[in-house]
């Protein structure tokens, strides 16, 4: 009775404030509301809920790129982006609903132990993970953790249960996946993503490339939807002459930030290539467009992403975040990066690469119509650039669909693949180690059989998926290339699954033609 009291005088307070005065303001109002809505709703109102879905619909009424994440949702944003995480340190699969690990990461906390690729993680404290049908995400979560946590592993090796204690350590991720010679003279990177270590890893790389001979660098960014701004000036910054402008911001309620080279010279002087396609975003396109407004690099491939704006994090206290966009990138020439869209219209805004394939634009140049009032030129050989979303490249690559199948599609949905190549890892690991000790022995010397072919072909039937030799016919390049992928993975290093499948890539082959117009070099 007393809060219903309590309650009525609340209401007869805000009615008579209101009544009062003309104008509330939108903080006060937003304030109000809430509390009203906790203390008149019919039922049980969890206040942080009403709230956290206040701020989410606020949000949808700007741009497409700001936002709101919970604690957990900002923990695993910033993962990947700073570097590390705390685990066991291992690379893992699942094959047959068990954890099965392909690599173990050098000098961590599970190679430490003895745990080796191969084992097959079953248990962890007291989860059964074996037979649980878990997601990824689910398996992550028990075994990661606290740095100098520890975890009891029941793992299963050649049908014996051995039991590992695992005190687990920060563990890097690496950003970039992809570091070899393509030929004598051309050297390849692919970088993932733009993280805290980027540069550092790109550094590494390129030094690595030059001992083996490097005069010419194709530096793949297809798929890299961005990150850190610093990591993209940085890594730009290596192939730019001190006082070089790399991006500069520019917002109605921030002053303008310029970007310029600060190194004294040159990481690397050979002829680059940058490869990329409509995935490769923000600080993709940062790099590609600084390269190419400062004609220091072919871009090779389709029109990037064009996200352009630039989100200031404004954490909560409990964790939670809102990513607010502030201002946005130019290139050097002066061109925005970012698309077209409406405020509020999120839901088209996402709809973009399906309106690009529907125009035909991933199969055509000439589909893409330009805006001549975002005409602009290059800052030293005068070239010809468009603004108005993303990056055009300089030599535009069509999508592929050569190898295209419905059997491929239904073997990639099945898991065959990844699942037959475990399994053969796993029956011959020994003998392809002592044989092919080396990724280059391997890619040298190793092919994939029709024998193998086959063995693929009979586990898609056991899994449904029916015979056609008609298609398969059509599919087999791609399908060698992707097993040779998963073999040199669980062999050698992650990386060197895109050197067995890079030849397939026709923005790769382009990249080569133009870092080697003779044939013969």
């Known amino acids: 009775m007393y809060r219903f009291l309590t309650a009525l005088l609340l209401l007869a307070s805000y009615t008579a404030t209101f009544a009062q005065i003309d104008e509330i303001s939108p903080a006060r109002k937003l304030g109000v509301a809430e509390a009203i809505i906790e203390n008149y709703y019919v039922e049980d109102v969890n206040a942080d809920s009403v709230v956290t879905e206040g701020i989410i619909a606020m949000l949808k009424t700007l741009d497409p790129h700001s936002s709101y994440s919970t604690p957990a949702e900002t923990k695993e944003l910033n993962e990947p982006l700073e570097g590390k995480f705390s685990g066991i340190g291992v690379q893992f699969n699942m094959s047959t609903d068990t954890v099965y690990v392909i690599q173990t990461v050098s000098g961590g906390p599970s190679e430490k132990v003895g745990i080796r690729p191969g084992d097959r993680i079953i248990s962890a404290d007291d989860s059964v993970i074996a037979g649980k049908k878990l997601p990824n995400s689910a398996i992550l979560k028990i075994l990661r953790g606290p740095k100098d946590s520890k975890v009891k592993l029941g793992v299963l090796r050649n049908g014996e249960q051995i039991d590992f204690i695992v005190t687990r350590d920060d563990i890097p991720i690496n950003s970039v996946d992809g570091v070899y010679m393509v030929n004598p003279t051309i050297g390849y990177i692919r ?55 790399v991006v500069y911001t520019k917002g109605k309620n921030v002053d303008p930030v310029y970007y310029k080279v600060e190194n004294p010279t040159p990481l690397f002087d050979g002829p680059v290539v940058v490869m990329v396609n409509q995935y490769s975003a923000s600080a993709s396109e940062i790099v590609s467009g600084a390269l190419q407004d400062n004609d220091r690099a072919t871009i090779v491939g389709r029109r990037t992403f ?94 592929d669909t050569t ?15 990844p699942t037959y190549t475990l399994n ?91 870092l080697s117009p003779d044939p013969l070099k």
């Open 191 to 245: 970088l993932t993503r733009f993280a805290e270590s980027s540069a550092e890893e790109i550094a590494d790389a390129i030094a690595k490339l030059k001992k083996q001979g490097m005069e010419k660098l194709i530096l793949d960014l297809e798929d890299n939807g961005g990150g850190y701004l610093r990591a993209a000036h940085d890594i730009a910054s290596m192939f730019l002459n001190k006082g070089d402008l």
């Open 306 to 399: 064009g996200k352009g704006l630039v989100q200031r994090p404004f954490p909560f206290p409990d964790g939670s975040m809102i990513r607010l966009t502030v201002a946005r990138y130019y290139t050097p020439s002066g061109r925005s990066i970012q698309k077209h869209y409406d405020k509020g219209k999120g839901e088209e805004y996402q709809l973009d690469m399906l309106t690009r394939y529907k125009s035909g634009e991933l199969w055509s140049a000439d589909s893409i119509h330009f805006d001549e009032s975002q005409k602009y030129t290059t800052l030293r050989e005068g070239r010809t650039i468009y603004g108005g979303g993303g990056i055009m490249p300089d030599e535009f690559v069509p999508i």
């Open 403 to 417: 190898y295209y199948s419905q059997y491929y599609r239904d073997l990639m949905a099945k898991g065959v693949l």
């Open 424 to 514: 053969y890892v796993d029956q011959h690991r020994a003998e392809l180690k002592q044989k092919y000790p080396t990724e280059d022995a391997f890619f040298e010397q190793f092919t994939v059989t029709p024998e193998m072919i086959q063995e693929v072909v009979a586990k898609a039937q056991a899994e449904g998926v029916e015979p056609n030799p008609e298609q398969l016919a059509i599919s087999q390049p791609v399908i060698e290339a992707i097993i040779m992928g998963y073999l040199t993975r669980d062999l050698f290093e992650d990386g060197s699954y895109v050197r067995a499948t890079n030849p397939l890539n026709p923005v790769f082959r382009r990249a080569i033609e133009v």
